[in-house]
């Protein structure tokens, strides 16, 4: 899911993921929706699938991932961090210690847009505040990603009309 059980990545020899220079915690705690991601194990036939961050008391964030697989809703719990202030663009994301993958923040515009992915190039995701993205930002932020080495062609869309 958005943050969620990107257990690890590997490093190859692709260019090193550009991330924001600055990234106000606060203002991007709260809900995001999937828009497209790649396709990964974890997130198989999962729709209407949201990441909801909250701040903990040590600083690092909670993280709830939730989706439905047609059936019955599935959730994640996990937590994320900045391991170096000095890139507040890269974070780690744990949901089964002691395994940490990668959430970079490439672009975003927290009131409505995030790319997020892992500098292995093998994690996407386009999340909204909305459960949809006007069609001017999805585009332009896929051909960011394609710029940045994402081979967008495995972009998936995920849809957000369940029922709850």
Same mark, same amino acid.
């Given at each position: ?16 993921? *550009? *991330? =924001? ?13 999937? #828009?497209? @991601?790649? /396709?990964?194990?974890?997130? !198989?036939?999962?729709?209407? =699938?949201?990441?909801?961050? *909250? ?5 690092? $964030?909670? =993280? ?9 809703? @599935?959730?994640?719990?996990? &937590?994320?961090? *900045? ?8 974070? &780690? =994301?744990?949901?089964?210690? /002691?395994? %940490?993958?990668?959430?970079? $923040? $490439?672009?975003?515009? /927290?009131? &409505? ?12 995701? #386009?999340? %909204?505040? +909305? !459960? ?7 585009? @332009?932020?896929?051909? @960011? ?6 081979? #967008?062609?495995?972009?998936? +869309? ?7």
């Amino acid at each position: 899911m958005a943050l969620g059980l990107v257990l690890l990545t590997s490093c190859g020899s692709k260019k090193a993921l *550009t *991330t =924001v220079n600055e990234l106000d915690k606060e203002q991007y705690l709260g809900t995001w929706y999937e #828009i497209q @991601r790649f /396709p990964h194990s974890f997130e !198989k036939d999962l729709q209407c =699938v949201t990441a909801t961050y *909250t701040l903990r008391e040590d600083g690092k $964030i909670n =993280v709830l991932n939730k989706g439905f697989d047609g059936e019955k809703w @599935r959730e994640a719990d996990g &937590k994320a961090w *900045t391991p170096n202030a000095d890139k507040p663009g890269e974070l &780690k =994301v744990e949901f089964f210690w /002691p395994f %940490a993958g990668d959430y970079y $923040i $490439i672009e975003t515009d /927290p009131a &409505k847009y995030s790319l997020v992915g892992a500098p292995d190039r093998e994690y996407l995701w #386009i999340l %909204a505040r +909305e !459960k949809s993205l006007d069609d001017v930002t999805l585009n @332009r932020l896929r051909t @960011r990603a394609e710029k940045l080495g994402s081979d #967008i062609s495995k972009l998936e +869309e995920v849809h957000h009309n369940c029922e709850e």
